[in-house]
């Protein structure tokens, strides 16, 4: 059986990405700072799917320690991880020129870094097995910046500029990398905003997209998949 790891688990895009896998068979490591939120996630994965493995652990992904932590035992538990998916990550809403002193630290730490140490903790392993697939959810922000989200935009470009040397380093060895690039998606981003969930990517389509990418033939790799709402960016 195949295990998957995926961050930003609980919530939007994150949740409805693990679901999907779950759905697929595969055994999942999931984790959030919130252990209520984790552990009610966690039984309802087992209940529902109760022929797999669920592992979870209460997990700061932010935290650089915390998160290599949380990869290595997910290995001990459920052994060779077969996708690691990026899904954690923050949008603040803020020119550079007005975002708080701490801001752009943060945002490293939660949009890119994540990201940057999976692949260095699970690439040699993937590498040697020739064998693995890294998804790493961008933005559109990735590809044309948003004025009023400096440093999300600047660590999304970032991340883009990351998952391209990934491919670029694991290609001749077997193992995909994704990029991912939604557009306005319905998650907790826009929890305090009106907007009608028909003008709006829903995570079940992320999801939806990752696990068709997942499931094409050994020698098939989408290098980026770009998903907007149909009637445009909110």
């Known amino acids: ?22 759905n697929e068979g595969l055994n999942v490591a999931i984790c959030s700072r919130n252990e209520q939120e984790l552990l009610k996630f966690k039984a309802e994965l087992q209940t529902t799917y109760p022929d797999i493995k669920v592992f979870a652990k209460v997990t700061d992904g932010s935290n650089k320690a915390q998160l290599l932590q949380f990869a290595a035992a997910a290995e001990q538990e459920l052994g060779f991880i077969d996708v690691v998916v990026n899904s954690l990550g923050s949008f603040v809403p803020a020119s550079i020129l007005d975002e708080g002193d701490d801001v752009f630290t943060s945002q490293l730490n939660t949009n890119l870094m994540p990201a940057y140490e999976l692949y260095r903790h699970f690439g040699k392993t993937m590498k040697n097995a020739r064998k693995g697939h890294f998804f790493n959810i961008c933005s559109v ?19 883009l500029g990351l998952t391209k040397l990934m491919r670029y380093e694991m290609q001749e060895h077997g193992v995909k990398v994704t990029a991912v690039i939604p557009g306005s998606t319905l998650t907790d981003s826009w929890k305090d905003a009106v907007v009608d ?26 290098d980026e ?9 909110i």
């Open 1 to 22: 059986m195949k295990n998957a790891l995926i961050t930003g688990s609980t919530k939007g895009m994150g949740r409805s990405i693990t679901i999907s896998f779950a």
């Open 197 to 222: 969930k028909d003008t709006m990517v829903l995570p079940e389509d992320i999801a939806s997209a990752i696990i068709n990418i997942y499931k094409m033939s050994t020698g098939a790799n989408v």
């Open 141 to 159: 922000a990735s590809l044309n910046p948003i004025a009023a989200a400096g440093a999300y935009s600047v660590t999304k470009y970032a991340l």
């Open 225 to 233: 998949i770009i998903i907007k709402p149909a009637p445009g960016q």
